[in-house]
């Protein structure tokens, strides 16, 4: 795939709705031929869903350069719940197929069993404290999982076209309808009663539910709150507009965020005002946070959005996003749900911020002044494209960012990277180029001299290709692939300055150069077949400066790519914490 072209193909919109009523017309008649327990309501072709998967034709065929395509591609992904108290434990609504389950936090899954799950117009999956999941529906009411299948449980429910499931932390379960409101079970499912008391319109969306135990319900006219337990609900604003998704703030009870029909719109005062995020402002059919607390939004049609700088910036992410989670332990990463199949896009490590000290000076007069007396400091990342798995001939490529701390000019600045195993360096790739960017025994260096502040922030990057060979004459093992780590020595760097003509008469001072950590490598292989995803780990960057007479250096975080079941492994030999 060439990953510097981005091709969208958009459907027609009046036939993409011509064919969805062609469907759902084929649903009505098997409704009317008793394949359900239950008859569709009057008019017998039932609603139109709230999110309808494009066609075929409609399906984006694009690079993500940021975002990986993990599973299901061509179908719909039309919600994503995380299990309650596992991190990694994931469900998804896929419309047609069924429920898929992942338990690797997004990045492998696996279809659930099916039998009972007679109606597969899946719109929306929940899971209770408890660990039961319940399925919600468009014609087949809410099925409940029964460890080998599905079981119906539609008793009480006056309306089996289902927007929205949900299960709060004391197991009561709440279904949103398409027309008569919300419907509370406290008892698994077993029975259903009506709960809509306060809703000023019966049009269900979504519901949402925070960790402090508040409950948003969208409806097709504006957003409603409930602290009861959805036991009665106040109106929420946003009246005239279609909620379809919204996201709380974890460190701000406050703050809400609210996808809708005409864009993106935020609330710092618990949903009692609104103010409109954008533009764009097209229908949003999503709204979540990755684990740094930066916002992100899926558009019907348009891709994902990122709020950065006051403004949304378009992902690489296309096609329509229908659902998008932040799921992991620590910073995690984003999951989205689209018409065509789950993306993940892994969360960055925040760049640290400058910070200043101020020292308060007495004068001649006693009067103080303040003084800035920041230390020195050159913050690095060190990041990769493409962020997901890679197999033989992929292209990675690494980017080291920098920027200089506390306002002053570092001398002498170098930074190196080192060639992951697995890999070997593309000719050309280094930049910049010599005679700043060079290479010798799998280290990339760059001697950027003299840097300030007006020189930051600023990047160096080199590509690598992915080639894993064995050794001539080497007899294949037999056993199952395994992850091992492998240290490589690297290079001391001469840190001994060079004098000048001006320089000779003064003595020059010894500095002890210190080797940088070795970086890891990883590989991987499966004997009897063609090679699958390869391990490939880089250490991290390194880079070191003079300042005021005194060498100084600093580490950036290390990088991953591969399948996910290394993951864990090479995390714990490389010194971090497991996922």
């Given at each position: 795939?060439?990953?510097?072209?981005?091709?969208?193909?958009?459907?027609?919109?009046?036939?993409?709705?011509l064919?969805?009523?062609?469907v759902?017309?084929?649903?009505?008649?098997?409704?009317?031929?008793?394949?359900?327990?239950?008859?569709?309501?009057?008019?017998?072709?039932?609603?139109?869903?709230p999110?309808?998967?494009?066609?075929?034709?409609?399906?984006?065929?694009?690079?993500?350069?940021?975002?990986?395509?993990?599973?299901?591609?061509?179908?719909?992904?039309?919600?994503?719940?995380?299990?309650?108290?596992?991190?990694?434990?994931?469900?998804?609504?896929?419309?047609?197929?069924?429920?898929?389950?992942?338990?690797?936090?997004?990045?492998s899954?696996?279809?659930?069993?099916?039998a009972?799950?007679?109606?597969?117009?899946?719109?929306?999956?929940?899971?209770?404290?408890?660990?039961?999941?319940?399925?919600?529906?468009?014609?087949?009411?809410?099925?409940?999982f029964?460890?080998?299948?599905?079981?119906?449980?539609?008793?009480?429910?006056?309306?089996?076209?289902?927007?929205?499931?949900?299960?709060?932390?004391?197991?009561?379960?709440?279904?949103?309808?398409?027309?008569q409101?919300?419907?509370?079970?406290?008892?698994?499912?077993?029975?259903?009663?009506?709960?809509?008391?306060?809703?000023?319109?019966?049009?269900?969306?979504?519901l949402?539910?925070?960790?402090?135990?508040?409950?948003?319900?969208?409806?097709?006219?504006?957003?409603?709150?409930?602290?009861?337990?959805?036991a009665?609900?106040?109106?929420?604003?946003?009246?005239?507009?279609?909620?379809?998704?919204?996201?709380?703030?974890?460190?701000?009870?406050?703050?809400?965020?609210a996808?809708?029909?005409?864009?993106?719109?935020?609330?710092?005062?618990?949903?009692?005002?609104?103010?409109?995020?954008?533009?764009?402002?097209?229908?949003?059919?999503?709204?979540?946070l990755?684990?740094?607390?930066?916002?992100?939004?899926?558009?019907?049609?348009t891709?994902?959005?990122?709020?950065?700088?006051?403004?949304?910036?378009s992902?690489?992410?296309?096609?329509?996003?229908?659902?998008?989670?932040n799921?992991?332990?620590?910073?995690?990463?984003?999951?989205?749900?689209?018409?065509?199949?789950?993306?993940?896009?892994?969360?960055?490590?925040?760049?640290?911020?400058?910070?200043?000290?101020?020292?308060?000076?007495?004068?001649?007069?006693?009067?103080?002044?303040?003084?800035?007396?920041?230390?020195?400091g050159l913050?690095?990342?060190?990041v990769?494209?493409?962020?997901?798995?890679?197999v033989?001939?992929?292209?990675?490529?690494?980017?080291?960012?920098?920027?200089?701390?506390?306002?002053?000019?570092?001398?002498?600045?170098?930074?190196?990277?080192?060639?992951?195993?697995?890999t070997?360096?593309?000719?050309?790739?280094?930049?910049?180029?010599d005679?700043?960017?060079?290479?010798?025994?799998?280290?990339?260096?760059?001697?950027?001299?003299?840097?300030?502040?007006?020189?930051?922030?600023?990047?160096?990057?080199?590509?690598v290709?992915?080639?894993?060979?064995?050794?001539?004459?080497?007899?294949?093992?037999?056993?199952?692939?395994?992850?091992?780590?492998?240290?490589?020595?690297?290079?001391?760097?001469?840190?001994?300055?060079?004098?000048?003509?001006?320089?000779?008469?003064?003595?020059?001072?010894?500095?002890?150069?210190?080797?940088?950590?070795?970086?890891?490598?990883?590989?991987?292989?499966?004997?009897?077949?063609?090679?699958?995803?390869?391990?490939?780990?880089?250490?991290?960057?390194?880079?070191?400066?003079?300042?005021?007479?005194?060498?100084h250096?600093t580490?950036?975080?290390?990088?991953?790519?591969?399948?996910?079941?290394?993951?864990p492994?090479?995390?714990?030999?490389?010194?971090?914490?497991?996922?």
């Amino acid at each position: 795939m060439n990953q510097n072209r981005l091709l969208r193909f958009e459907s027609n919109a009046a036939a993409r709705h011509l064919r969805g009523r062609c469907v759902l017309t084929l649903l009505g008649l098997a409704l009317a031929l008793g394949m359900l327990l239950y008859a569709t309501p009057a008019g017998a072709v039932g609603p139109t869903p709230p999110k309808e998967a494009p066609d075929s034709a409609a399906l984006s065929v694009y690079p993500a350069a940021d975002w990986s395509q993990v599973a299901l591609a061509g179908q719909a992904a039309y919600w994503i719940v995380n299990a309650p108290g596992s991190s990694s434990v994931l469900y998804a609504a896929i419309g047609g197929a069924g429920i898929y389950t992942s338990a690797d936090g997004g990045q492998s899954w696996a279809l659930m069993p099916g039998a009972g799950l007679t109606n597969l117009v899946l719109q929306t999956v929940t899971v209770c404290p408890s660990g039961a999941v319940f399925a919600g529906t468009w014609g087949g009411g809410v099925y409940r999982f029964e460890g080998s299948g599905w079981a119906q449980v539609n008793g009480g429910l006056s309306q089996l076209f289902i927007a929205s499931v949900a299960c709060d932390s004391a197991g009561t379960l709440l279904a949103g309808t398409y027309d008569q409101g919300v419907f509370r079970s406290s008892n698994n499912g077993g029975n259903w009663t009506s709960s809509s008391s306060g809703l000023g319109d019966q049009r269900m969306l979504v519901l949402r539910i925070a960790d402090i135990g508040l409950m948003m319900a969208g409806t097709r006219n504006g957003a409603f709150l409930s602290l009861s337990g959805g036991a009665d609900w106040v109106t929420a604003g946003l009246s005239g507009q279609a909620v379809y998704d919204f996201a709380f703030d974890p460190n701000d009870a406050q703050r809400i965020w609210a996808a809708t029909g005409t864009g993106v719109f935020e609330s710092t005062d618990r949903a009692a005002s609104w103010t409109r995020l954008g533009p764009p402002n097209g229908v949003f059919y999503t709204v979540g946070l990755d684990g740094n607390g930066e916002l992100y939004a899926g558009a019907q049609g348009t891709g994902a959005y990122h709020w950065t700088g006051s403004q949304w910036v378009s992902e690489t992410l296309a096609g329509s996003v229908y659902c998008m989670r932040n799921v992991g332990s620590g910073i995690g990463r984003l999951v989205a749900g689209t018409a065509n199949g789950i993306w993940t896009r892994e969360t960055e490590l925040p760049m640290p911020t400058p910070t200043m000290t101020v020292t308060p000076t007495p004068t001649l007069t006693a009067t103080p002044t303040a003084t800035a007396t920041p230390a020195p400091g050159l913050a690095i990342r060190l990041v990769n494209t493409p962020r997901g798995p890679v197999v033989v001939d992929d292209v990675i490529t690494y980017t080291v960012r920098y920027q200089v701390i506390g306002g002053m000019v570092l001398d002498n600045v170098t930074i190196t990277n080192a060639v992951p195993l697995n890999t070997e360096l593309i000719t050309g790739s280094i930049q910049p180029p010599d005679p700043i960017g060079s290479y010798s025994g799998d280290i990339v260096r760059w001697d950027l001299g003299s840097i300030g502040p007006a020189d930051s922030p600023g990047a160096v990057s080199y590509s690598v290709r992915v080639v894993v060979a064995l050794p001539a004459g080497t007899t294949p093992p037999t056993l199952t692939p395994t992850a091992t780590r492998t240290e490589t020595d690297v290079p001391t760097p001469d840190l001994t300055p060079t004098p000048t003509a001006t320089e000779a008469l003064t003595p020059t001072p010894t500095l002890t150069p210190e080797t940088p950590p070795a970086p890891l490598g990883v590989r991987s292989v499966r004997i009897g077949a063609v090679l699958e995803n390869v391990a490939v780990m880089n250490g991290g960057a390194w880079a070191y400066w003079d300042y005021a007479g005194t060498r100084h250096e600093t580490r950036s975080n290390a990088v991953v790519q591969g399948a996910l079941n290394y993951l864990p492994m090479i995390l714990l030999r490389a010194g971090l914490s497991a996922p």
